[in-house]
């Protein structure tokens, strides 16, 4: 652990007057590990579930490398590469699909560090004896949400936001250090989270993409002439080539090519 953090470390556990507040923390870790089992094991799998109507558990197992990856380096991003594979090779999900959704998940689909986050702040509330009212809640939810979308997806990186969170309901800043001494461990679970995550959404934008890439394949078996056509065979042993760029057709019969519909542009 760095010296800096620590001697920050160091100097909230010397103002500690009542040493209960270890107990909370206690109470924290189980909360927090509660909420992100909560989300990993109801909540993802059932809103894959309605979604793409496959068994959420199953895909759960076929990304079980890159979840214990995400728990020993704690980083969406460094996992990628693992997180490709285990998608690709075990859940069978188009390589189109995760080379586009699973970047981008792992920069702003942060949904493990945005529920760390306001688990954290309410927490912080509650040691400082700082009542908070519904809209309160509503609002460290909220803003936690829309400040994990910035967090990098490198280690420790929600404790940046976490100033962000705490400063929106009037909460100390500093008292952020309170949770850095078991952040360490948390962090870990919430990347598990992440990259589950980001895992589910790459899963359920290929099933609502399903018509779209089919048609792509379809479209890739192009004729040379023209590269924009796609070329059937009829029944009467007839060629038909469509253009997807006008709209018009031709027709081969045996070694004659006969022209019978065009679209100008």
Same mark, same amino acid.
């Given at each position: 652990?760095?010296?800096?953090?620590?001697?920050?470390?160091?100097?909230?556990?010397?103002?500690?007057?009542?040493?209960?507040?270890?107990?909370?923390?206690?109470?924290?870790?189980?909360?927090?590990?509660?909420?992100?089992?909560?989300?990993?094991?109801?909540?993802?799998?059932?809103?894959?579930?309605?979604?793409?109507?496959?068994?959420?558990?199953?895909?759960?197992?076929?990304?079980?490398?890159?979840?214990? /990856? &995400?728990?020993?380096?704690?980083? *969406?991003?460094? !996992? @990628?590469? =693992?997180?490709?594979?285990?998608?690709?090779?075990?859940? %069978?999900?188009?390589?189109?699909?995760?080379?586009?959704?699973?970047?981008?998940?792992?920069?702003?689909?942060?949904?493990?560090?945005?529920?760390?986050?306001?688990?954290?702040?309410?927490?912080?509330?509650?040691?400082?004896?700082?009542?908070?009212?519904?809209?309160?809640?509503?609002?460290?939810?909220?803003?936690?949400?829309?400040?994990?979308?910035?967090?990098?997806?490198?280690?420790?990186?929600?404790?940046?936001?976490?100033?962000?969170?705490? /400063? &929106?309901?009037?909460?100390?800043? *500093?008292?952020? !250090? @309170?949770? =850095?001494?078991?952040?360490?461990?948390?962090?870990?679970? %919430?990347?598990?989270?992440?990259?589950?995550?980001?895992?589910?959404?790459?899963?359920?934008?290929?099933?609502?993409?399903?018509?779209?890439?089919?048609?792509?394949?379809?479209?890739?078996?192009?004729?040379?002439?023209?590269?924009?056509?796609?070329?059937?065979?009829?029944?009467?042993?007839?060629?038909?080539?469509?253009?997807?760029?006008?709209?018009?057709?031709?027709?081969?019969?045996?070694?004659?090519?006969?022209?019978?519909?065009?679209?100008?542009?």
């Amino acid at each position: 652990m760095p010296f800096g953090i620590l001697f920050l470390i160091a100097a909230k556990i010397i103002e500690v007057e009542d040493w209960e507040i270890f107990r909370k923390m206690g109470l924290y870790i189980v909360t927090v590990l509660s909420g992100l089992a909560i989300h990993a094991t109801i909540c993802l799998p059932l809103i894959f579930f309605i979604i793409v109507r496959k068994n959420p558990y199953t895909f759960t197992v076929g990304m079980a490398q890159a979840l214990v /990856t &995400a728990l020993m380096i704690s980083s *969406s991003s460094a !996992t @990628l590469p =693992v997180t490709f594979r285990c998608a690709e090779e075990n859940n %069978r999900i188009d390589k189109r699909i995760t080379r586009f959704v699973l970047p981008v998940g792992a920069t702003i689909n942060m949904d493990g560090t945005a529920l760390y986050e306001a688990v954290a702040a309410i927490f912080i509330a509650q040691l400082n004896d700082y009542p908070l009212d519904v809209g309160q809640i509503v609002t460290i939810s909220i803003t936690a949400t829309v400040a994990s979308i910035g967090a990098a997806g490198v280690p420790n990186a929600g404790l940046v936001t976490m100033v962000i969170v705490l /400063t &929106a309901v009037g909460l100390p800043a *500093s008292d952020v !250090t @309170l949770i =850095v001494a078991v952040d360490w461990l948390l962090d870990r679970f %919430r990347t598990m989270i992440n990259v589950l995550g980001d895992a589910y959404g790459a899963g359920i934008v290929q099933k609502l993409s399903k018509r779209e890439l089919e048609r792509m394949d379809l479209i890739s078996d192009v004729d040379v002439a023209n590269p924009f056509a796609l070329e059937t065979t009829l029944d009467d042993e007839e060629c038909e080539k469509k253009s997807y760029v006008n709209g018009g057709f031709t027709v081969d019969k045996t070694d004659a090519i006969s022209f019978t519909e065009t679209s100008q542009f």
